[in-house]
T-cell receptor, first 111, second 116 residues
Framework: RKEVEQDPGPFNVPEGATVAFNCTYSNSASQSFFWYRQDCRKEPKLLMSVYSSGNEDGRFTAQLNRASQYISLLIRDSKLSDSATYLCVVNIPTGRRALTFGSGTRLQVQP | DADVTQTPRNRITKTGKRIMLECSQTKGHDRMYWYRQDPGLGLRLIYYSFDVKDINKGEISDGYSVSRQAQAKFSLSLESAIPNQTALYFC???????????????FGPGTRLTVL
């Protein structure tokens, strides 16, 4: 089983739609969770951290479910500019703090 | 100006050649990382360094070596390049020195390496 798993997509949605991605992680001791965004052929950039209580940043909402070991990202009112690959990132506690990246979920927002 | 820079941005080389990829940062971060990205596999950690005297292997270090010349510089070497090292390579930095429990990473623009 992969340490961090994501549906690769693509998710094709019309502008204005609401779309949600899930990501599962295997290590129950993981403490830090993030969503990164990566545009085609560009570097990943932090979109948002995921806190236990959930957090919201404008049209983006992230949730953590420790019992089921998954995190989610909800995008409301999708824009064309939201088209990108969304990477789920989890710290795997092995005595050293290093992050593990999922392979990403591709989102294509269509006009 | 970019906080994390990588050189070169693109490189085509032949099997058996020695290649060095360089990374510099102006963020003042202690921690630096090298990843490779392949289609469908996501980012995989090659090496990481938590300070100048601390170098650690990641999950796919075979065939690679690194040097942390200074806090701001972390280079990745392929001693004898092979075609399956063709990939997009990213350098990243992070900073936990202020007691944060998060580890936000800041990436350079990437180096696209092709080994023929």
């Amino acid at each position: 089983r992969k340490e961090v798993e994501q549906d690769p997509g693509p998710f094709n949605v019309p502008e204005g739609a609401t779309v949600a991605f899930n990501c599962t992680y295997s290590n129950s001791a993981s403490q830090s969770f993030f969503w990164y965004r990566q545009d085609c052929r560009k570097e990943p950039k932090l979109l948002m951290s995921v806190y236990s209580s959930g957090n919201e940043d404008g049209r983006f909402t992230a949730q953590l479910n420790r019992a089921s070991q998954y995190i989610s990202l909800l995008i409301r009112d999708s824009k064309l500019s939201d088209s990108a690959t969304y990477l789920c990132v989890v710290n795997i506690p092995t005595g050293r703090r290093a992050l593990t990246f999922g392979s990403g979920t591709r989102l294509q927002v269509q006009p | 100006d970019a906080d994390v820079t990588q050189t070169p941005r693109n490189r085509i080389t032949k099997t058996g050649k020695r290649i060095m990829l360089e990374c510099s940062q102006t963020k003042g971060h202690d921690r630096m990382y090298w990843y490779r990205q392949d289609p469908g596999l996501g980012l995989r950690l090659i090496y990481y360094s938590f300070d100048v005297k601390d170098i650690n292997k990641g999950e796919i270090s075979d065939g690679y070596s690194v040097s942390r010349q200074a806090q701001a510089k972390f280079s990745l070497s392929l001693e004898s390049a092979i075609p399956n090292q063709t990939a997009l390579y990213f350098c990243a930095t992070s900073d936990l020195s202020h007691g944060s429990d998060t580890d936000t990473q800041y990436f350079g623009p990437g180096t696209r390496l092709t080994v023929l």
